[in-house]
Every structure is written in structure tokens, then in C-alpha cells.
DNA sequence: TATCAAGTGGGAAAAAGTGGGAAATATAAG
DNA sequence: CTTATATTTCCCACTTTTTCCCACTTGATA
């Protein structure tokens, strides 16, 4: 499972570590996409497999309007790039990703499941910190709902 | 059942020893995340499978095409950590976590039956007092009332 | 007092993350 | 088509962090 956050620098060529926990389950090509919410989501090609083909299936409940699901669709498939880790665990971020949350210096790079997301390290304590506000009373079942 | 608190010493390489008396219970590896109230939780693998599955909807895997799913697995996944013990029952806690509730020289570890809470000292009694207080109260009114 | 278990501290080795140069490839110009 | 220039890829080296291991301390026990 991918758990957790690091921040990690994205140098001068675009380059960013994948945190070393992540390597192995990840493997070494990945997709990677523009995500919601300002970051980016990565996806291992297994998942992508199940991603894509959810979001393509005209049988599928996302109840969307027809056009709103091409548009939905050229954005996540017109813009996902296969990206491969170099030997020591780096991918390259494409520029128009990179462009598209703004990310420079310092990136966050979080774990939620069964994808990854990047966000700009400031972006990403903000969203933390407003989260964090709104899942209060979801985090109360965490400690009490649990058997 | 984990029972009961102890204060140990958080050192500069953020490693706390684990209670002799929970290390059996815990297991090698176990899964460390934020709390309510100020503290993190840590569970075992297994209570952590438990968590997780009810309070994320696994059985959707468009799940991120939910706003609040999104936040919500953010705030689930994105701040845990899977650590394991070292030889002699010493975990390491992650720096985003350790900042979160202010953690530094000493740390109360105390047992809630299937999950440990870290607090920082001066955190924790001030919990207990607060909590002690209104525990008299309580037990006045119970007394009072059972006549 | 000797012994054992639990907790603490720290040094050395290994791993992870970062930066940069050289080789290979692609792009543009003549 | 060839040469020159820019971009990308690959590889190596440095630095920091993490991990592993050993040793000391304390307190309880026999």
C-alpha cells in the first residue's frame, strides 16, 4: 500500500525521487496525469489498466453527460504520460505537468492507497491544513467506530 | 489488550522505545498515523487493514473522482506510515508526524486496548487532568443518581 | 552482590537523495 | 546531406539520512 509523504526536490532537469518505499510497488514505468485538485496523480500500469478502462466504459454509472465525459476523458487520457524511473529511482515530470501545478523547488510526494500524488509543497500544506479542519469528525469513527 | 502509560525518551534520530509489554501484541511492523486530541495512533497491521477497509470506500475504484473520497484518503493514507521495530523494540517516528503534536524529549505511550497513542508529555497530562476532572463529575452524578 | 531485562545513546555501515558532466539522441541550419 | 546546436539520457560522485549493531545505565530480582 502507498502511505505516507515526503518532500522531495525537483532539480533543473525535472527530475524528482520516488521515496525509496514507494520503488518497488510502483515498478519502474508509471503513468502519470494531471489529477484534481492541483496535483498530479501517478498510477502504476496495473492500476491504469483498471483506471482507464472504468473511465472509457459507456456502461458505467459516473453519470456524467456525454460531452462532460469526453472532455473528462481527453483531459485524463490526452495528458497522462508513460514515464520510466532512471536506475536510481527518479522519473521525469513533463514540462506541461509540471507547468500545470506549479511546481518548482520543493515537491510533496503522497502515497493515498493505491496511487501517488505530487503536489507543490505549497499547495499541498494548504490543502493539509483545510482537510485536516473538514475530517475532524470523519477521524472520530477512525478512533471510536472501529471493532 | 494494550494496557496502560508509559513516558520514554524520544531521541534526536526520532526513535522511541515500544513498552516491552506491547511488543508481542504490536508485531514487527505496524502502522503509525495521525490522532484525535493531539496524538498519533499506532496499530497493528491487521487493525490497520481493518481501519482502513471500513473507513475507505475500496469498493469503488473511481473512488477519485469523489471530492470528499479524495480528501478523505489524502487524509487517511497520505499521513501514515508503515515502520518497523528495530532489534531491540525502538520505532522511528516520521518527521511530519513527530512535528504534528510537537513531539520532543519525552513521550507519553499509552495502550487503548487494540491501538497505542503517542503523546507528547506535557500533552498527555494535560489530557489526564481534563479528563480525570470530568470523570469525578461523572462518577458524582452516576452516585447520585443510582439511588 | 550478581544477574537479567528494559531503556538509552552513539558510532559505523549502508541506503537514499541530490547534483552535474559526458555520451547519445534529436533538432535546426547551412 | 552534413554540420552545428540543443536536448535528453545515462552514469558517476558527493552529501545526508537511515539502519544496524554494540555498549552503557538503571532498576528489579534472587
Same mark, same amino acid.
Given at each position: 500500500m502507498l502511505i505516507g509523504e515526503y518532500i522531495h526536490i525537483i532539480d533543473e532537469k525535472n527530475r524528482v525521487s520516488m521515496p525509496a518505499k514507494f520503488r518497488k510497488e510502483l515498478g519502474k514505468k508509471i503513468i502519470i496525469t494531471p489529477g484534481l485538485e492541483n496535483c498530479l496523480f501517478i498510477f502504476t500500469l496495473k492500476e491504469w489498466e483498471k483506471v482507464s478502462k472504468k473511465l472509457s &466504459? #459507456?456502461?458505467? &454509472?459516473? #453519470?456524467?453527460l456525454k460531452a462532460d465525459q469526453r472532455n473528462f476523458n481527453r483531459y485524463m487520457f490526452g495528458r497522462a504520460a508513460e514515464v520510466e524511473m532512471d536506475a536510481i529511482g527518479r522519473i521525469l515530470v513533463p514540462d506541461f505537468l509540471k507547468t500545470r501545478i506549479g511546481l518548482k523547488g520543493s515537491a510533496a510526494i503522497v502515497g493515498v492507497k493505491d496511487r501517488v500524488e505530487v503536489w507543490s509543497e505549497e499547495a499541498w500544506s494548504e490543502n493539509k491544513a483545510i482537510v485536516e479542519k473538514q475530517a475532524e469528525g470523519l477521524a472520530e469513527k477512525l478512533g471510536s467506530d472501529v471493532k
Open positions: &466504459d #459507456s456502461e458505467n &454509472d459516473l #453519470s456524467f
